[in-house]
């Protein structure tokens, strides 16, 4: 069973549209939880977060923890097209290693 | 910005050969990972290590795999005997001081290999 589920997996959008990525983790000796933009290569770090409600934002992607729903999403608002790439969720446990899922992969076309 | 680098990016091996995949982590990182990535599937964990020891390590990390840190600032992967199924890409990864996010792991841009 996935520890790490995604959705949607695939998303098509217009330059400018905002877009909602979704990442739900299994609660078992959780630490944190990652978000990652993977485009032709390695994923690039983009969020972490530990505590439930607290925003991280950084330019016009946000990103939000909710430790009740098991739960996280990335917003990504007046998207371009060098938004397009996938976006890796993944859970750190108590332990060193990341446990990612499939990625959402976003196409955002002019 | 310092970066985790890896080599070669591409490596083409025949089946039952050994390869050596190297990465130099970020330094005064002290937490050295590999990961791998079957095409069109998910990041998968394969090791850590840490303190010149292996910290943890999954079920696909069997015993055709190693990992050895030579010196102060190379970390390898070394598959003893390929099979067609270590056909993927491996990304190197470290965390440590230096960062807002120490835990955070940083990843290179991956050796991909192919098996044939």
């Known amino acids: 069973e996935d520890k790490v589920v995604q959705s949607p997996l695939s998303l098509v959008v217009h330059e400018g549209d905002t877009v909602t990525l979704n990442c739900s983790y299994e609660?078992?000796?959780?630490?944190?939880l990652l978000w990652y933009k993977q485009e032709k290569k390695a994923p690039t770090f983009l969020f972490m977060l530990t505590s439930s409600g607290i925003e991280k934002k950084s330019g016009r992607l946000s990103s939000i923890l909710d430790k009740k729903e098991l739960s996280s999403i990335l917003n990504i608002t007046a998207t371009q097209t060098g938004d397009s790439a996938i976006y890796l969720c993944?859970?750190?446990?108590?332990?060193?290693?990341?446990?990612f899922g499939t990625g959402t992969r976003l196409q955002v076309f002019p | 910005e310092p970066e985790v680098t890896q080599t070669p990016s591409h490596q083409v091996t025949q089946m039952g050969q050994e390869v050596i995949l190297r990465c130099v982590p970020i330094?005064?990182?002290?937490?050295f990972y590999w990961y791998r990535q079957i095409l069109g599937q998910k990041v998968e964990f394969l090791v850590s290590?840490?303190?010149?020891?292996?910290?943890?390590k999954s079920e696909i990390f069997d015993d055709q795999f190693s990992v050895e840190r030579p010196d102060g600032s190379n970390f390898t992967l070394k598959i003893r005997s390929t099979k067609l199924e270590d056909s993927a890409m491996y990304f190197c990864?470290?965390?440590?001081?230096?960062?807002?996010?120490?835990?955070?792991?940083?990843f290179g841009p991956g050796t991909r290999l192919l098996v044939l």
């Open positions: 993944a859970q750190s446990y108590n332990t060193d290693k990341l446990i």
């Open positions: 609660v078992t000796n959780f630490r944190s």
């Open positions: 290590f840490y303190n010149n020891e292996i910290s943890e």
């Open positions: 990864a470290s965390s440590g001081p230096g960062h807002i996010y120490q835990e955070t792991q940083y």
């Open positions: 330094s005064n990182h002290l937490y």
